[in-house]
């Protein structure tokens, strides 16, 4: 599948140790060209295998495992609501299709144009006792939400002294580039929301993953943001189970193992580092350990950490704006781990500069790929770090 979108991208490498890569595949890459440039970015989805622990599956896009996943919800708590703007008639991207005529108009149910409504009035139903599924018709919407999240929902448990608690409510929204969304339609806002003690924030790379970790977090009992990659919804196909099952919160997965270099990403952008990896080993010999973070807040220090150990390089990949990025909180808990932990293993934390202009997201659609966009395979595998000293 090839897409094309718009973003910019944050990228860390951490680099250790002398050893061929320093002096040899790093010095061989290519310096970005400079000047106007047309981007154009090209990734394929990879499905995960079949899995046979859950019992039947069934071929789902990833709009379709989000409904599945709603579908068990509601079939299975009978205290469980879904609400947000259209969401009745099936939304948007039709993730919520077919589900009032199932279960009626008292547990799905369309609310008025007002994320700060929608996300007060969850706040109140979890509150209360029930699960509140509230959807975000896109994540670039949620801002005016952002109160009642970050200093509501965040912090009633602890204000309340543990009386009240609204961890019942999850939060859904589209998420992410698409290829034509232009201002309020394609960005990552998900480093706002890390900042924040008290919620978690997940974003999955797959219908099998979206399923999984989906239900985790209406399960969860802390206020969850589940951030759906919008181009996805249809283009990322595979066998998802028909069954409920849960994939853990907070914990990240390594999808390919390697000893050169680590790779980080989330959502979408972890198809494009896995085919940067490929790209890699076939054209310079290196060898990529490959991990998907899945969870943003609270993230899997421990797994990353230990993987950059290991490999002694890191290298992020995000859709979101350079500046405040949310690899800037990996790439400088990393160097604080190692000096900690391993204070012989790295050197410094080289910076590579970001893949366009540190701007918002405010192209006007015809002027999209011409001047921001995804970071891409070939682009991704195009940097070139600054050399540190060995040791000693």
Known sequence: ????????????????????????VWGRLPPLAAGPRRHAAHFTFQPDAEPSAH????????????????????SRDPTAVIFGEDVAFGGVFRCTVGLRD?????????????????VGFGIGV????????????????????????????????YRSGDLFNCGSLTIRAPWGCVGHGALYHSQSPEAFFAHCPGI???????PLQAKGLLLSCIEDKN??????????????????????????????????EGSDVTLVAWGTQVHVIREVATMAQE???????????????????????????????LLISHEAPLTGGFASEISSTVQRWAVREQPRSFLQLEEVPGDGPDLALGAA????????????????????????RSPG
Request: hydrophobic share 40%; charged share 20%; net charge neutral.
């Open 223 to 256: 206020p969850c943001i589940f951030f759906e990659p919008k181009i996805l919804y249809r283009a990322a196909v595979e066998q998802v189970p028909v069954e409920p099952y849960y994939i853990p919160l907070s914990q990240a997965e390594v999808l390919q």
């Open 365 to 388: 659609h015809a002027e999209e790929e011409e001047v921001l966009s995804f970071p891409s395979p070939s682009r991704t595998s195009s940097w070139s770090p600054v050399h540190s």
């Open 200 to 206: 978690k924030v997940v974003i999955p790379r797959s």
């Open 126 to 157: 979890a509150v209360a006792g029930a699960t509140a599924i509230a959807e975000i018709q896109f994540a670039d919407y949620i801002f005016p939400a952002f109160d009642q999240i970050v200093n509501e929902a965040a912090k009633y448990r």
């Open 55 to 74: 019992g039947q599956t069934q071929k789902m896009n990833l709009f379709q495992s989000i409904t599945s996943a709603l579908d068990n919800t509601l």
């Open 283 to 313: 054209k310079l010999g290196v060898s990529c350990e490959v991990i998907d973070l899945k969870t943003i807040l609270p993230w899997d220090t421990e797994a990353v950490c230990k993987s950059v150990v290991k490999t002694g390089r």
């Open 102 to 118: 199932k279960y009626g108009k008292d547990r799905v149910f369309n609310t008025p144009l007002c994320e700060q409504g929608i």
């Open 1 to 24: 599948m090839a897409a094309a979108g718009l973003g910019l991208c944050r990228l860390a490498v951490l680099a250790s140790g002398p050893g061929p890569l320093r002096a040899g």
